[in-house]
Structure formats: C-alpha cells, structure tokens
C-alpha cells in the first residue's frame, strides 16, 4: 500500500511527510518546485485544481488535497499509530484546537508574505503588506506559546505534554516559516522546545533533515 505525495522541501508537504514516516507508510514523494511555479502547471492541474501543493493520493486513487484534510484522512486510515487521542477524548480536541488555529489563522498571513501583489494593485504598497504579514504571523505564534499549554520540558514538550501527536509536527514546520526559525528561540522558546523535539524523533529525524537542514 503506497502512497503518493505531491510536495516540495520546507512547504505544507512537509509534516505529512514526516507523519507517513512516523506511521511507517510506503510513500512515493513526486517533486513540485514552488521555485518554478511548478504547482500552476496544467499537468498538475489536473490533480489539483487550485494549483497548490501538497496533494496525496491514496492507494485507491483517491485525491486528498488541503494539509490539514491530508494529515485527518491519515490519522482515520491508520489508528495504530494513535498520532491523535481517539474521538470522544478531550485531548483530541485540545489537538485539533491548535492545529486547526495554526492553519486557517497562519496560511493567510503566509499567501500575503509570499504574494504581496495579490493583495494590492500599487506595487509600492508590497513591502507593507509582506511586513504585516509577518507581524501578524508572529502574533500567532505568540498566543500559542502563551496560550497553549506548553512547558518546555524536554520531558514533556509537547501540545499533549509527553504524549507526540500529528499536531506537534504541523506546527513544528508552520511556526518555522517567514524567517520563524531564527525569531523562535528568542521570542516563542517553548515553541522552540517543541520544534526541537519533533525534530529528533527517531523516524522524523531524517525527513526533518531534508526539509531543513542545520
């Protein structure tokens, strides 16, 4: 049973990819540089549509595309791998809270930072828009290091504490982008901690290192 991942090094592939590690799933990865636009090409299109990356087909030939639909469909097709409370578990929810904060707050912030001429006719107004952007993504990242529960325990760095969730993994790679890998440390340390620990995860570890490497 393989699967086939659509992505590129750094992007929303990304924790997707490292979560099939985790689970241990066969996974063929087919590049799609953001670098050349490679995700508007009409032969993508073709798989998704909106011309955005990741896309996963699963072994039936279904197409699954939007990371956080991706990273549930895989946590519903692979319950042994327990990388969410199961439903009815309160800590499900504390999981999905974050994760779903993360993505429809954060992926906003991220289109206007990349595409600041989407968003305003005068070219001048770009370098505007792009800082914005990035003041409101650190705002983010802020509340959830304040809010969320984190420690920084190495023991327990997680959102559930000890307990490692696909949750952790997504936000690891989100709160990296816009130039958060230098600005974390300093200003969000817990979410730092957290990084840190997804990062050495024995089988993320690698994948990790391709995505980002030291």
Same mark, same amino acid.
């Given at each position: 049973m393989?699967?086939? %991942?659509h992505g590129?090094?750094?992007?929303?592939?990304a924790?997707?990819?490292?979560?099939?590690?985790?689970?241990?799933?066969?996974?063929?990865l087919?590049?799609v540089?953001?670098?050349?636009?490679?995700?508007l090409?009409?032969?993508y299109?073709?798989i998704n549509?909106?011309?955005?990356?990741? &896309?996963?087909?699963l072994?039936?030939? &279904?197409?699954?595309?939007?990371?956080?639909?991706?990273?549930?469909?895989?946590?519903?097709?692979?319950?042994e791998?327990?990388?969410?409370?199961?439903?009815?578990?309160?800590?499900? !929810?504390?999981?999905?809270?974050?994760?779903?904060? !993360?993505?429809?707050?954060?992926y906003?912030?991220?289109?206007?930072?990349?595409?600041p001429e989407?968003?305003?006719?005068?070219?001048?107004?770009?370098?505007?828009?792009?800082t914005r952007?990035?003041?409101m993504y650190?705002?983010?990242?802020? %509340?959830?290091?304040?809010?969320?529960?984190? &420690?920084?325990d190495?023991?327990?760095?997680f959102l559930?504490?000890?307990?490692?969730?696909?949750?952790?993994?997504?936000i690891?790679?989100l709160?990296r982008w816009?130039k958060?890998?230098?600005?974390?440390?300093?200003?969000c340390?817990?979410?730092?901690?957290?990084?840190r620990?997804?990062a &050495?995860?024995?089988?993320? !570890?690698?994948?990790?290192?391709r995505?980002f490497p030291?």
């Amino acid at each position: 049973m393989t699967y086939i %991942l659509h992505g590129d090094r750094g992007s929303g592939s990304a924790p997707i990819e490292m979560v099939l590690a985790e689970i241990g799933a066969a996974v063929e990865l087919r590049p799609v540089p953001l670098a050349t636009d490679a995700q508007l090409a009409a032969e993508y299109r073709r798989i998704n549509p909106m011309g955005r990356i990741p &896309t996963l087909i699963l072994p039936d030939g &279904t197409v699954v595309t939007e990371t956080l639909a991706i990273l549930l469909t895989l946590a519903d097709r692979h319950p042994e791998a327990a990388l969410l409370p199961p439903p009815g578990d309160s800590a499900r !929810a504390t999981a999905l809270r974050w994760m779903v904060l !993360a993505g429809a707050e954060g992926y906003p912030h991220v289109t206007r930072y990349d595409y600041p001429e989407r968003f305003s006719a005068d070219p001048a107004h770009a370098e505007a828009i792009r800082t914005r952007a990035q003041e409101m993504y650190r705002d983010l990242w802020r %509340l959830v290091e304040a809010e969320a529960g984190l &420690t920084g325990d190495p023991a327990a760095p997680f959102l559930l504490g000890a307990r490692f969730t696909m949750a952790d993994a997504y936000i690891a790679v989100l709160s990296r982008w816009l130039k958060g890998a230098a600005w974390l440390p300093e200003h969000c340390p817990r979410l730092a901690a957290l990084g840190r620990a997804v990062a &050495t995860r024995p089988r993320i !570890a690698p994948v990790w290192q391709r995505h980002f490497p030291a």
